[in-house]
Nanobody, 124 residues
Framework: QVQLVESGGGLVQAGGSLRLSCAAS????????MGWIRQAPGKEREVVAA????????YYADSVKGRFTISRINVKNTVYLQMNSLKPEDTAVYYC?????????????????WGQGTQVTVSS
């Protein structure tokens, strides 16, 4: 089992950048696929980025391609989401999530472990 704690959210102007971090506990982190999943008010949860266990395979939602980058450092039990060129429509609660398999998924409900979430607000 793994526990996840996000940090790095906040308020930023449109066009700005933020980096989210997710610290994981547990010895099995390196065997888990990880994802960043967001939920805006009144909207469904959306996997915006995901990464497999090794970092060699990534997925991005069309809405963030070219602007967001997911990465992980297994020896530090940490996964990151670098968000550039932020837009007001990126405003949401962002969750770090883990999946007890090596392959990532674009489906939120495939992830078994979730952090508490961090708010990202982009002002216009």
């Amino acid at each position: 089992q793994v526990q996840l704690v996000e940090s790095g959210g906040g308020l930023v102007q449109a066009g700005g950048s933020l980096r989210l971090s997710c610290a994981a506990s547990g010895r099995t982190f390196s065997s888990y696929a990880m994802g960043w999943i967001r939920q805006a008010p009144g909207k469904e949860r959306e996997v915006v980025a995901a990464i497999n266990w090794s970092g060699g395979n990534t997925y991005y939602a069309d809405s963030v391609k070219g602007r967001f980058t997911i990465s992980r450092i297994n020896v530090k039990n940490t996964v990151y989401l670098q968000m550039n060129s932020l837009k007001p429509e990126d405003t949401a609660v962002y969750y770090c999530a883990g999946r007890a398999t090596q392959s990532s998924s674009a489906t939120p409900y495939d992830y078994q472990y979730w952090g508490q979430g961090t708010q990202v607000t982009v002002s216009s």
